[in-house]
């Protein structure tokens, strides 16, 4: 049982960093569906330099200027330009994709190495506890940095004046133009901090949950981490609830299968899509997205 | 007048200037960036060319690559100019593969050709129009977003196909994942390679800019995509406009998923989804949303993919460089904006992403 619930935070960790980068960036009124293609670009940044450097850490922070730098193509095109969100986001995972594998492909040919491994950290004192101690708080720093910065990022929401531009910007950019708010630098700003968070997210691909990059090896995680955005209603708290319960549900699956319990996976791996799906639909009373998702900002003629 | 602005009115007046030049920028980035990492873009260049279009059997892999983007791409075009955000095609062509291959392996395997031929066809459009229903459904009648719902959507179809080839459609003697061969009556005429559904999706991309251009029906799905406020003013209801668009498109890349297994693969595996959802978006804007250029721009697409095998095996260069080509194919689509391609770049959403339902406009 503990083992299951050390498994469900271990894999929750990188989907909610990654899904507190996306609802930075979409509290702004800015939907990035390349968040797959960040992910995976963090992945294999962070894994080619930590096998050249030998060293986890530079390679965690390559990952994260591996998805910043593609993030700063979606918002020149998405933000400066812009260009329809929606489309712009499907040509980041489709270069993410292709860039990755011409470039894993021309540096290791068939012969992938691995890559320096990033340990679990025992927090002093709590992972003593008995029985839960060593399942909650024996994790890799992953998981402790999404939690902190749930915490960090409702903060700066509801307590600091950026955090307010921000959400105005995204609620009313024309309204947030109107106070002063410079409406496309925040959505700029919140584009390559966001997707600096999904690739230090993809990070934990290569570096903590196995040693090796593979082609395509996010596989869906990003879109994954996009639902858990709207299945936690644009929420800090509500986000890491559902990254928690997506967490969960992956260690479930892990677990019975290995008690030898015959379960179609392909219903697990359905589970996370089909459940935000459903939540969707059914949830009642208006739903929380911020107002001017989606929307291109254009400053009417003067 | 500066250069830019020079060169935005030399894209008004020749639009097809962006459409020549996104793919080719596309392709001399792709080389340029080739030559940094070591390689010789030359010879890859032209072993990509011998793939595509070298000889006659080079053609044909070019045809049958070209075919269900040619479907897809449609799709996406007549979606997009409902102002329908459907990146479902993925999605799509996969229930209608699967829907397709239950009709000819399980429900009727014994039935003659000429009624298991248009079952088959018909299942698979049935297919995907039921899974772009349930987009619309959510986004009509519970205010989803389209974009959302049809991208988690393109995973449960996804994951529906797994399960089928490990479940209710696995072979009979259960060795792999994967269908029993479909019976010969289900299989589309063929002269050699060259099935009888390229010809077919050809006339489908005709029609659908026959049916968006030349029918009351086609002017009020593109009168809900210029402006649904108007539209309704007009009398129009954009939710029926938007389940139409959604219906239509989805029984298109039905149709596409249905004619690879009757066609190509003739049995249905996992490996079946190739992506051909996703590089739909960039045929469907590298023809700027018209059914009759998706004709060319599906060639172009198909032609790379055909060429990539062949260019991996002869210079050495990793297939998967034809996503950056799409990728950038899009983003380039997008920069030299011209036309249909700029309005739906410019244009800001009529509704935002998440927020009320459809229905509560004015």
Redesign the interface.
């Known amino acids: 049982m503990d083992a299951l619930l050390e498994a469900a935070l271990r894999l929750a960790g990188p989907l909610l960093l990654a899904a507190l980068g996306e609802l930075l960036i979409e509290r702004t009124g800015v939907i990035n569906i390349g968040l797959e293609g960040v992910m995976l670009c963090g992945a294999f940044g962070a894994f080619a330099c930590a096998v050249a450097t030998g060293s986890p850490a530079i390679g965690v922070v390559t990952g994260g200027v591996a998805g910043c730098a593609l993030g700063a193509v979606f918002a020149l095109f998405a933000v400066v330009r812009r260009a329809d969100q929606i489309v712009v986001g499907t040509a980041i995972n489709l270069l993410a994709l292709g860039l990755t594998g011409v470039a894993s492909r021309t540096l290791y040919g068939g012969a992938v190495p691995t890559a320096p491994a990033i340990g679990t950290v025992a927090l002093p004192g709590l992972a003593a506890i008995p029985t839960v101690g060593p399942a909650l708080f024996v994790q890799p720093p992953y998981v402790y940095a999404a939690l902190a910065l749930a915490l960090a990022i409702g903060l700066f929401f509801r307590r600091t004046r950026p955090g307010l531009r921000w959400r105005a910007v995204g609620e009313s950019a024309r309204a947030a133009d109107a106070e002063g708010v410079a409406v496309t630098r925040v959505r700029v700003v919140a584009v390559l901090v966001g997707t600096f968070l999904g690739g230090v997210a993809g990070s934990a691909l290569p570096l903590s949950q196995s040693n090796v990059f593979t082609e395509g090896m996010t596989a869906g995680r990003g879109f994954i981490a996009l639902a858990i955005v709207i299945f936690g209603r644009w929420s800090p708290l509500g986000v890491t609830l559902a990254a928690l319960f997506f967490g969960a549900a992956h260690a479930l699956q892990f677990w019975l299968q290995a008690r030898g319990f015959d379960l179609p996976y392909p219903l697990f791996l359905m589970f996370p899509y089909a459940v935000t799906l459903a939540v969707l639909g059914f949830s009642t009373g208006r739903a929380r997205a911020p107002e001017d998702l989606g929307r291109a900002y254009r400053r009417e003629a003067a | 007048m500066t250069a830019p602005q020079r060169a935005a009115r030399l894209l008004e007046r020749a639009p097809w200037v962006a459409t020549i030049g996104a793919p080719v920028a596309a392709i001399g980035i792709v080389a340029l960036?080739l030559a940094l990492?070591?390689?010789r873009p030359g010879p890859a260049l032209a072993a990509m060319l011998r793939g595509s279009f070298g000889d006659a059997d080079a053609v044909v892999t070019t045809l049958l690559k070209a075919s269900p983007l040619l479907l897809t791409g449609t799709a996406v075009a007549l979606s997009f100019r409902c102002g329908v955000?459907n990146?479902g095609a993925e999605g799509q062509l996969v229930t209608g593969a699967v829907l397709a291959t239950a009709m000819a392996t399980r429900i009727a395997p014994d039935a003659p050709a000429f009624v298991l031929l248009p079952l088959c066809v018909a299942a698979g459009a049935a297919g995907g129009a039921a899974l772009a229903a349930l987009a619309g459904l959510?986004r009509v009648k519970?205010?989803?977003?389209e974009?959302?719902?049809t991208?988690?959507?393109n995973?449960?179809a996804l994951?529906?196909l797994?399960?089928a080839v490990?479940?209710p459609l696995q072979e009979t003697s259960a060795a792999y994942p994967q269908s029993d061969a479909l019976p010969a009556a289900a299989l589309l005429p063929a002269a050699g390679r060259l099935h009888l559904g390229v010809a077919l999706a050809g006339a489908m991309a005709v029609a659908t800019a026959w049916l968006l251009f030349r029918t009351p029906a086609g002017f009020r799905l593109r009168a809900v995509g210029l402006s649904p406020v108007a539209a309704r003013f007009a009398g129009l209801s954009p939710e029926r406009e938007v389940m139409h668009a959604l219906v239509l498109a989805g029984a298109l890349a039905g149709i596409a998923g249905a004619f690879e297994v009757m066609g190509v693969t003739r049995r249905l595996f996992e490996g079946l989804a190739s992506g051909a959802g996703?590089?739909a978006?960039?045929v469907a804007?590298l023809a700027r949303l018209h059914p009759l250029a998706v004709l060319p721009a599906a060639l172009f697409f198909g032609a790379l993919e055909a060429g990539a095998g062949a260019m991996q095996r002869n210079a050495g260069?990793?297939s998967?460089?034809?996503?950056?080509?799409?990728?950038?194919v899009?983003?380039l689509s997008?920069?030299f904006?011209a036309g249909e391609v700029r309005l739906?770049?410019?244009r800001?959403?009529s509704r935002?992403?998440?927020?009320?339902p459809a229905a509560r406009e004015p």
């Not at chain 2, 519970?142 to 977003?145: I, L, P, T, Y």
């Not at chain 2, 998967?320 to 950038?328: D, K, W």
């Not at chain 2, 935002?352 to 009320?356: S, V």
């Open positions: 960036g990492l070591g390689q955000w990146i959510l519970r205010g989803v977003s974009v959302i719902a991208l988690l959507l995973f449960v994951q529906a797994a399960l490990h479940g996703y590089t978006i960039a804007l260069v990793p998967v460089v034809t996503q950056v080509v799409q990728g950038l899009i983003l997008l920069g904006g739906l770049a410019g800001a959403r935002p992403l998440a927020g009320e």
